[in-house]
């Protein structure tokens, strides 16, 4: 039985198998997640959120996940190499933070426009 997974804020789906991460289905909807420990619960770039009412959908966190995220696993935070999917579920991506500064940096810049005008 195959699941919608849905990629936020990119809005990209996509259908797949239960057992699947969410590393390996947002590669495959086109979705760049970060990494540099390439899947073993070490870099924690991939972290990604998903609503208490979705959790669910996620099969319950291993116990890797568990030691790197402790609390934060309550305000529905996962590693999306470790999560693997048993429902349909939408998965918020966050900015990445170096675009995320950038972006800020950019509108702070055009507010200061708009405000000279
Ligand atoms: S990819 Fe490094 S912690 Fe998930």
């Given at each position: 039985m195959e699941?919608?997974?849905t990629?936020?804020?990119?809005?990209?789906?996509?259908?797949l198998?239960?057992?699947?991460?969410?590393?390996?289905?947002?590669?495959?909807?086109g979705?760049?997640?970060?990494?540099?420990?390439d899947?073993k619960?070490?870099?924690?770039?991939c972290?990604?959120?998903?609503?208490?009412?979705?959790?669910?959908?996620?099969?319950?966190?291993?116990?890797a996940?568990q030691?790197?995220?402790g609390?934060?696993?309550?305000?529905?935070?996962?590693?999306?190499?470790?999560?693997?999917?048993?429902?349909?579920?939408?998965?918020?991506v966050?900015?990445?933070?170096?675009?995320?500064a950038?972006?800020k940096?950019?509108?702070?810049q055009?507010?200061e426009?708009?405000?000279?005008?």
């Amino acid at each position: 039985m195959e699941h919608t997974i849905t990629f936020l804020p990119q809005n990209k789906s996509i259908r797949l198998k239960a057992g699947v991460n969410l590393l390996s289905a947002a590669r495959r909807a086109g979705v760049k997640i970060p990494t540099r420990c390439d899947g073993k619960a070490a870099c924690l770039m991939c972290k990604v959120k998903v609503d208490g009412d979705q959790l669910q959908s996620l099969h319950p966190p291993t116990d890797a996940e568990q030691r790197k995220l402790g609390s934060l696993l309550e305000a529905g935070t996962r590693l999306a190499c470790q999560a693997k999917v048993r429902g349909s579920v939408s998965v918020h991506v966050p900015e990445d933070p170096l675009k995320a500064a950038i972006r800020k940096q950019l509108e702070r810049q055009q507010q200061e426009n708009d405000d000279w005008f």
